[in-house]
């Protein structure tokens, strides 16, 4: 059985913490400045509602954007998953910010700015932009770990880092809502998804495949997009305090993303027994 080498340990070690210890609601509590019960708390069943559909809303722009990156759409010359015509090209701004993921976050937070000023009344509009352009960000993390985009699970696996980050401080302390966990409950529906968009040469977001897909994923995103809408109507939050919330946000799915494609790429090299009793002791290391 090979032995990861002390660099790639060291880089598994970093996804452990990254996975099992998510802490998005502290993330958001720093943002706001409020306690962590007050982000935290339940939602009113109207505002409820309003999230579940921005989310669903949110995880079909997704997935269309992530379909559009297979060959078949690509040759139709639609938008692929990390063509940036979207947003300004990052060229013209290199002096915003050094990289990629920061440049990212610095759109997020625009876009987070006008949700905290304008309240809850923007969030069908905002979501699903703060979404994609978290969608952009993990796919560049994706490539930079040896995904092959082109390849429909691959393409998919992006979207499906939305569920693995959608699990609250809660869950990750209970031993069925692990990592691996998580991927495995997501396992069928990624791959009849994947099936689908690889052997279809018109691609169609509708077909049940993927609407099960799309739903599973928006089911979990929805727990940290509760999350973030709490945390945005904190009183006076504002537009400063909205910008703060959706750059945290970004990073949260950002550092999900680093760690999700480093197990994988891992899993490449090692084996996924290997990776996977690895992993499992390091874990057991954090007392996660």
């Given at each position: 059985?090979?032995?990861?080498?002390?660099?790639?340990?060291?880089?598994?070690?970093?996804?452990?913490?990254?996975?099992?210890?998510?802490?998005?609601?502290?993330?958001?509590?720093?943002?706001?400045?409020?306690?962590?019960?007050?982000?935290?708390?339940?939602?009113?069943?109207?505002?409820?509602?309003?999230?579940?559909?921005?989310?669903?809303?949110?995880?079909?722009?997704?997935?269309?954007?992530?379909?559009?990156?297979?060959?078949?759409?690509?040759?139709?010359?639609?938008?692929?998953?990390?063509?940036?015509?979207?947003?300004?090209?990052?060229?013209?701004?290199?002096?915003?910010?050094?990289?990629?993921?920061?440049?990212?976050?610095?759109?997020?937070?625009?876009?987070?700015?006008?949700?905290?000023?304008?309240?809850l009344a923007t969030l069908a509009v905002e979501l699903p932009l703060s979404t994609t352009l978290m969608l952009r960000s993990i796919a560049e993390i994706a490539r930079e770990e040896g995904e092959d985009l082109a390849?429909?699970?691959?393409?998919?696996?992006?979207?499906?880092?939305?569920?693995?980050?959608?699990?609250?401080?809660?869950?990750?302390?209970?031993?069925?809502?692990?990592?691996?966990?998580?991927?495995?409950?997501?396992?069928?529906?990624?791959?009849?998804?994947?099936?689908?968009?690889?052997?279809?040469?018109?691609?169609?977001?509708?077909?049940?495949?993927?609407?099960?897909?799309?739903?599973?994923?928006?089911?979990?995103?929805?727990l940290v997009v509760s999350q973030k809408v709490a945390a945005q109507a904190v009183p006076i939050v504002g537009a400063m305090g909205g910008a703060a919330v959706n750059v945290a946000f970004m990073d949260h799915f950002?550092?999900?993303?680093?760690?999700?494609?480093?197990?994988?790429?891992?899993?490449?090299?090692?084996?996924?027994?290997?990776?996977?009793?690895?992993?499992?002791?390091?874990?057991?290391?954090?007392?996660?």
């Amino acid at each position: 059985m090979p032995t990861l080498t002390d660099a790639d340990r060291d880089a598994l070690k970093r996804a452990v913490l990254a996975l099992e210890k998510p802490g998005l609601a502290a993330r958001l509590s720093a943002a706001v400045g409020a306690p962590l019960d007050m982000i935290g708390r339940a939602l009113p069943a109207p505002i409820t509602d309003v999230v579940a559909r921005s989310t669903e809303a949110a995880m079909r722009t997704a997935l269309r954007i992530a379909l559009a990156s297979l060959p078949e759409a690509a040759a139709k010359g639609e938008q692929s998953l990390v063509d940036a015509s979207a947003i300004p090209a990052p060229g013209r701004f290199d002096w915003i910010g050094g990289s990629s993921e920061t440049r990212h976050k610095i759109f997020a937070g625009v876009s987070g700015a006008v949700g905290g000023a304008f309240g809850l009344a923007t969030l069908a509009v905002e979501l699903p932009l703060s979404t994609t352009l978290m969608l952009r960000s993990i796919a560049e993390i994706a490539r930079e770990e040896g995904e092959d985009l082109a390849k429909p699970e691959n393409a998919l696996a992006c979207v499906q880092v939305f569920a693995l980050g959608g699990r609250s401080s809660a869950e990750s302390s209970l031993s069925d809502s692990g990592y691996f966990a998580v991927r495995a409950a997501l396992a069928r529906t990624l791959a009849e998804a994947a099936r689908y968009a690889g052997n279809k040469a018109l691609l169609d977001e509708a077909a049940p495949a993927l609407i099960r897909f799309s739903t599973q994923i928006a089911s979990r995103f929805g727990l940290v997009v509760s999350q973030k809408v709490a945390a945005q109507a904190v009183p006076i939050v504002g537009a400063m305090g909205g910008a703060a919330v959706n750059v945290a946000f970004m990073d949260h799915f950002q550092s999900t993303a680093r760690a999700h494609f480093t197990v994988r790429r891992l899993e490449r090299v090692y084996g996924q027994g290997t990776v996977r009793a690895a992993y499992e002791l390091e874990k057991a290391a954090l007392g996660a």
